[in-house]
């Protein structure tokens, strides 16, 4: 995925440079370019599906029971960590296309596959039509 820095043109003559704080992208691509730097573990391998009204993600933890972890949804993000005190540490993110809708989505573990189904928000359109006079 592409994402640009470039700031939007200033009205008056004097340009400032983009401001990094606030770029969420950066932020979260630094932060994971230097944690796997750092040595943490790499996004463990998913299986994940594009279906017509919902994702599909499929994700081994063997060795994992349902209360030792955390599934956090917010906006098109989906976080995936285990908790302090589970046998082995997972933590992973998964950005998607639309964004999820928490209230219809699901997860199940069976034989140490997690698999969650997550509903897609459909956007609705919030155009306001102006009569012509």
């Known amino acids: ?6 700031s939007r043109p200033v009205h008056s003559a004097q340009r400032h440079s983009p401001s990094l704080v ?3 992208a950066l932020d979260s691509f630094l932060s994971d370019t230097l944690n796997n730097l750092a040595g943490a573990r790499p996004t463990p391998p998913a299986k ?5 009204t919902a ?6 933890v063997p060795g994992l029971s349902k209360e030792q972890l955390d599934i956090g949804i917010e906006g098109d993000v989906v976080r995936i960590s285990s908790k302090a005190d589970a046998a ?10 639309l964004e999820i809708d ?3 989505s699901s997860a199940k573990l069976e034989n140490g596959v997690l698999t969650l189904s997550l509903g897609k928000k459909i956007p609705e359109s919030k155009v306001a039509q102006l009569p012509i006079q």
Do not use: C, H, I, T
Not at 1 to 6: C, D, E, G, R, V
Not at 55 to 60: F, T, V
């Open 22 to 24: 606030n770029n969420g």
């Open 88 to 97: 082995r540490s997972v933590k992973a993110a998964w950005r998607f296309p």
């Open 102 to 104: 928490a209230a219809g």
């Open 48 to 52: 994940v599906e594009d279906g017509e």
């Open 55 to 60: 994702y599909s993600l499929q994700l081994d």
């Open 1 to 6: 995925m592409f994402y640009s820095l470039a």
